[in-house]
């Protein structure tokens, strides 16, 4: 089955500074790579998604990076502020699997200290 | 927006008790999953359910039932509940059908098994 590693565990970052986040995976059909953070007492939230067909897609500050050939997709926040301080997690799901099934990371926990 | 509750916060049971976590969503989405988050574990899929009445086991099952007797609520059972269970529960929603669409999440049931 899939299976996804996420590096680092924590990472902590000067406010302005630049914070990057990795996954790789395993299965080379996976198609859809989603990143959720997760504020302190809530559930996870989608903040960006990628595509299998697309190499980079960016929204504001933050922006994911997919590299097929290395099966590995990146998370960048730039410019970073305290409200950036959660736990991101990033996930893949199999192409064709009927359903809406992901796999996750176990998660990198991001400080940004002012 | 859509919106995800789950029944409790914060639950505390004792070994052997039948426990049940209730999730509602109320954007008549198809799909709902239940996932167990750990430490270092990242989002483990417990159960997933497509439609009502029907359910897929997910990656870690075993302790667990499940029941969606209507499309927008989906109840995880621990049928009798140990000390290995204790965790934080999450529930997710998405819509369904052959689209990657978002997975929207609860705040969570912190379940502790004395």
């Known amino acids: 089955g899939e299976n996804v590693e996420q590096h680092p565990s924590t990472l902590s970052v000067q406010e302005g500074d630049s914070a990057v986040i990795k996954c790789t995976y395993s299965d080379s059909a996976s198609n859809y790579f989603p990143w959720y953070k997760q504020e302190l007492g809530k559930g996870p939230q989608l903040i960006i998604d990628?595509?299998?067909?697309?190499g980079e897609k960016k929204d504001q500050r933050i922006a994911v990076t997919l590299n097929k050939t290395a099966k590995h997709f990146s998370l960048h926040i730039t410019e970073t502020q305290p409200e950036d301080s959660a736990v991101y997690f990033c996930?893949?799901?199999?192409?064709?699997?009927?359903?809406?099934?992901?796999?996750f990371g176990t998660g990198t926990r991001l400080l940004v200290s002012p | 927006d859509v919106k995800v509750t789950q029944s409790s916060r914060y639950l505390v049971k004792r070994t052997g008790e039948k426990v049940f976590l209730e999730c509602v969503q109320d954007?008549?989405?198809?799909?709902m999953f239940w996932y167990r988050q750990d430490p270092g574990l990242g989002l483990r899929l417990i159960y997933f359910?497509?439609?009502?009445?029907?359910?897929e086991k997910g990656d870690i099952p075993e302790g667990y039932s499940v029941s969606r007797e209507k499309k927008e609520r989906f109840s995880l059972i621990l049928e009798s509940a140990s000390t290995n269970q204790t965790s934080m529960y999450l529930c997710?929603?998405?819509?369904?059908?052959?689209?990657?669409?978002?997975?929207?999440f609860g705040p969570g049931t912190r379940l502790t098994v004395l």
């Open positions: 997710a929603s998405s819509l369904g059908g052959a689209v990657l669409d978002t997975q929207y």
């Open positions: 990628i595509r299998s067909n697309v």
């Open positions: 954007m008549d989405h198809e799909n």
């Open positions: 359910s497509y439609d009502v009445k029907m359910k």
């Open positions: 996930a893949a799901r199999l192409r064709d699997t009927g359903f809406q099934k992901l796999v």
